[in-house]
């Protein structure tokens, strides 16, 4: 596990419960009290009196799926074994050029040189 896999595993550890205290929260706090259980015209009349609670919950639940997306990235990152094996070669003239970082690419053998 190199540096950018640990990197990727801290910031999964870090951003995962904060995401599920996050949602915990907002619902708990901001939806809930204005939802009525089968009761949608009641629901609505609270829904346009709170509408500044409601739009707390909608940035909450924006800022959960943005929690997602790098969730989801910080899981490839740490499953993927050539992510951390591969970099770019600085010393070549061509930056798209891309060389063996380690000796564990063996997936990609025929690329290395």
Do not use: K
Request: glycine content about 4%.
């Amino acid at each position: 596990m190199d540096r950018s896999q640990r990197f990727a595993a801290l910031l999964f550890a870090i951003t995962f419960p904060l995401a599920i205290v996050l949602m915990m929260v907002a619902f708990t706090r901001f939806l809930a009290p204005i939802l009525v259980w089968n009761q949608d015209a009641e629901t609505a009349r609270n829904l346009i009196a709170h509408a500044h609670t409601y739009r707390i919950f909608i940035v909450a639940s924006c800022l959960n799926g943005l929690a997602g997306v790098v969730l989801l990235t910080a899981l490839y990152v740490t499953s993927d074994p050539s992510i951390g094996a591969w970099h770019c070669s600085r010393r070549s003239p061509d930056w798209f050029t891309w060389r063996c970082g380690s000796s564990r690419c063996s997936a990609h053998s025929a690329l290395c040189a």
